[in-house]
């Protein structure tokens, strides 16, 4: 026969655990006190793919095309921060299954993917999309079945949704900073304007314009765009050389970046002679396009493997340690891996698997003390308050910082005089 003072100590520590879960949502619910605190049919009332043991959610990026090159990371931090959120006990002490689908860097794609995924497969949320073509074609999707997005990609703005959390930057927050920079510490005044032809590349060298002009009082000397995916850029080249702009500011994305990157070391144009700011090359792209084309030019992001705080040190040990020690992380890598944390919080706040409910705990201002860019905050218009940084590629294919915001900088997604 068991000792009654045994029985009353498990007892009293059991009520122990059970009131530190519920006081500290983010440590993990153990699954056996989940399933008393919270049962399926509390959790669940809308019908998603959740079970006593289990949540599915969705995973929806480019695995191959053009896009792949800078989607790829994002697909690994994600699974990265599942793994690690699983290893803690899961979320309401259900573990995360994953349903993988690819894009295949095809709009049309990512919205046939984005109704399985919420339709048949009914997941509870998605992680997923990259270029803002992606995301505007999945969209009325998300806010017709009321599915819940996350979106790492720094964008252009001019979009709140209840149905997306934007974890990447907008535009207040990557191309205002950086042309501000570009102005006061490299005394740019004229600026050539390079992008893919797209929405997200179209859209912010709109606002990079009028904050040039009017803001600035400085002047654009030239303008273009090319299909995604597009390798010729010779006659940018010439363009470029006539107009001698003192900054070129661009925007090329994807596998792109590889040709664009070597046509202007081809053509003289190198980081030693000419300032180039970047809103598209992270770690990931400077895989492809090499640290010897890029040497000298700058990137505007909010994220550099390089960061030097502990929170970074150990996630990109952790990313090596799954990936392989070659591995690299780029921006929306990161903002990728935050996706998974920040749904897990307002879940746990809200008690709840229900989007409504997720939504609304999440409105209520998630914090992330742990995340690798440093501490960062949920802001009610889904947008993240964050840092804004800007460093120089370096011949190693890395990056050094040499600027970053002093503070976070609010996400404004709807600046007043850009629209």
């Known amino acids: ?20 879960a519920t006081a500290l949502p983010l440590a993990g619910i153990p699954a056996w006190a989940a399933a008393q605190q919270f049962p399926t049919a509390k959790v ?5 793919a959740i079970t006593d043991t289990e949540v599915t959610v969705g995973q929806l990026h480019s ?8 989607e790829t990371g994002s697909i690994q931090a994600e699974q990265l921060a599942i ?21 295949a860097s095809d709009w049309p794609t990512f919205a046939e993917k984005s109704r399985k995924l919420l339709v048949n497969d009914k997941v509870a949320t998605v ?13 009325p999707v998300f806010e017709k079945e009321n599915g819940l997005l996350y979106y790492p990609t720094f964008y252009e703005g001019l979009e709140q949704s209840k ?19 570009a102005q006061k510490e490299k005394k740019a005044k004229s600026f050539f304007l390079i992008g893919s032809d797209y929405i997200w590349p179209r859209t912010s060298m709109k606002i990079a314009r009028k904050h040039i002009e009017n803001f600035q009082k400085g002047k654009v000397v030239g303008e273009e765009y090319y299909p995604l995916g597009s390798t010729n850029f010779g006659s940018l080249m010439n363009k470029i050389k006539v107009q001698k702009p003192d900054c070129i ?5 994807g596998g792109s ?36 084309n890029f040497a000298g030019f700058y990137s505007s992001m909010k994220y550099f493997q390089s960061l030097d705080n502990e929170n970074n040190k150990k996630f990109v040990a952790a990313f090596k340690g799954k990936y392989g020690k070659d591995a690299v992380i780029g921006d929306v890598t990161q903002a990728g891996y935050l996706g998974p944390w920040l749904w897990k919080a307002a879940v746990e706040k809200a008690g709840s698997f229900d989007v409504d409910k997720v939504v609304a705990a999440s409105e209520t201002g998630i914090e992330l003390k742990t995340a690798p860019e440093g501490y960062v905050k949920l802001d009610k218009n889904h947008h993240l308050w964050s840092k804004s940084r800007i460093a120089m590629g370096m011949p190693d294919a890395t990056f050094k910082v040499v600027a970053e915001s002093p503070e976070l900088i609010k996400p404004d997604p709807f600046p007043k005089g850009y629209q």
């Open 44 to 48: 669940n009332t809308t019908g998603k």
């Open 127 to 139: 992680f997923g999309c990259w270029t803002s073509a992606s995301r505007k074609a999945v969209l």
């Open 1 to 20: 026969m068991s000792n009654p003072n045994d029985r009353d100590l498990k007892s009293a520590q059991r009520r122990r655990l059970l009131q530190a």
């Open 257 to 292: 970046n590889v040709a664009f990157y070597k046509a202007l070391k081809a053509a003289g144009i190198t980081g030693d002679k000419q300032l180039l700011l970047t809103l598209s090359v992270t770690e990931d792209e400077m895989t492809g396009v090499g640290g010897e």
């Open 83 to 103: 793994d690690q959120i699983n290893a803690m006990g899961g979320v309401l002490g259900r573990k995360i299954k994953v349903i993988k689908e690819d894009g």
């Open 163 to 181: 149905n997306v959390i934007y974890t990447g930057q907008e535009a207040t927050q990557q191309i205002l900073y950086g042309l501000d920079w």
């Open 63 to 70: 695995a191959t095309g053009t896009m792949a090159i800078s």
């Open 249 to 253: 500011f661009t925007a090329v994305v």
